[in-house]
């Protein structure tokens, strides 16, 4: 009887076997009643569907897609409702979760009850998944009535009680805005409040990573420990090629986060959302080769350098 091959996918290649869990983290997709130009500039609602096209065509089927805030520009009924209709059938074909998290732009009774199918109130929208074993919490970081963020006593309660038992995989906090300084000095103004107890919270758990947004643009760094990472927006992103204190929203550069969390690590790639011309060397008969190699072999077939 002879033993069929592994499929590629099932070869590991180097060091670390493949991620426990992988999330699709995407936002600000800042939608608009009635498709109006936000800005009068920025289709944000053609800008969503290049995103979510892009995110498909990776052919990844993530374990949950995470939004974090800034779903609509002005909270409107219609603007859920449409993006509502523009993501669950991605869901549906990807099989995965969505995760909703509010953003300052929203509003949270029309959130809640035309995204959530919940009772219209000001109550934060916070949630807890079980991705698995991997424990994805949705904090509510929104003050009704303004742009900056706080977490308030009763909801950093809640989250101490949620983090009190350890999950199997760990926890990741998701948020819309970043606990971490910003490059530019306009969203230091609107930044999370009162940080220090925020930490206290989280210190000494099992959270591995922290998901935001807000700033527009993609960037990382640590909060009492944890990694965070930022999504860049999929309406529009800041141009930081400008000096910081003349950076204004460009058309271009949106992209999204596919995060794998392992057993030791959690890391979070930037995926471009653009159409350029592309090489054509590596391809999934390139990878079926590879695995039937020997270690040895594909060292000597891909590593060794050829003068």
């Not at 732009?105 to 991705?131: F, I, K, M, N, S």
């Not at 971490?180 to 099992?206: C, K, M, N, W, Y």
């Not at 998901?211 to 927006?233: D, K, M």
């Not at 391809?283 to 077939?301: F, G, I, K």
Request: aromatic content about 6%; charged content about 20%.
């Amino acid at each position: 009887m002879v033993e069929a091959s592994p499929s590629p996918a099932a070869v590991q290649f180097g060091q670390h076997p493949p991620a426990r869990r992988t999330i699709l983290h995407l936002s600000d997709t800042h939608l608009l009643a009635g498709n109006r130009l936000l800005g009068g500039r920025f289709d944000t609602a053609a800008n969503l569907a290049r995103t979510l096209e892009a995110a498909e065509a990776t052919g990844i089927r993530p374990d949950a897609i995470v939004f974090t805030g800034d779903l609509t520009d002005l909270g409107e009924p219609e603007a859920y409702i449409a993006l509502r209709e523009a993501v669950e059938p991605v869901a549906a074909r990807l099989g995965a979760p969505v995760v909703w998290v509010a953003g300052n732009h929203d509003e949270r009774p029309a959130l809640r009850r035309d995204l959530l199918g919940l009772d219209p109130t000001q109550e934060p929208v916070t949630g807890v998944w079980d991705l698995g074993g991997l424990r994805l919490v949705a904090l509510d970081s929104t003050v009704p009535g303004w742009h900056h963020g706080d977490l308030t006593t009763a909801q950093l309660a809640w989250l101490r009680n949620v983090l009190a038992e350890p999950a199997p995989l760990g926890t990741i906090l998701a948020l819309h805005h970043p606990p971490l300084p910003s490059h530019l000095p306009l969203f230091d103004i609107l930044e999370l409040r009162d940080q220090g107890r925020f930490a206290e919270v989280i210190a000494g758990t099992d959270v591995r990573a922290i998901l935001a947004g807000h700033l527009h643009y993609s960037t990382s760094g640590t909060f009492a420990g944890v990694p965070v990472s930022v999504a860049a927006a999929s309406c529009y992103t800041m141009n930081l090629a400008r000096p910081a204190v003349e950076v204004n929203g460009m058309d271009a550069g949106q992209s999204f986060h596919l995060v794998h969390v392992y057993d030791d690590t959690i890391t979070h790639a930037v995926v471009p959302v653009v159409e350029a011309a592309t090489g054509d060397f590596f391809s999934a008969e390139w990878v079926a080769r590879m695995s039937e190699l020997t270690p040895e072999q594909r060292l000597e077939a891909f590593s060794r350098k050829r003068l």
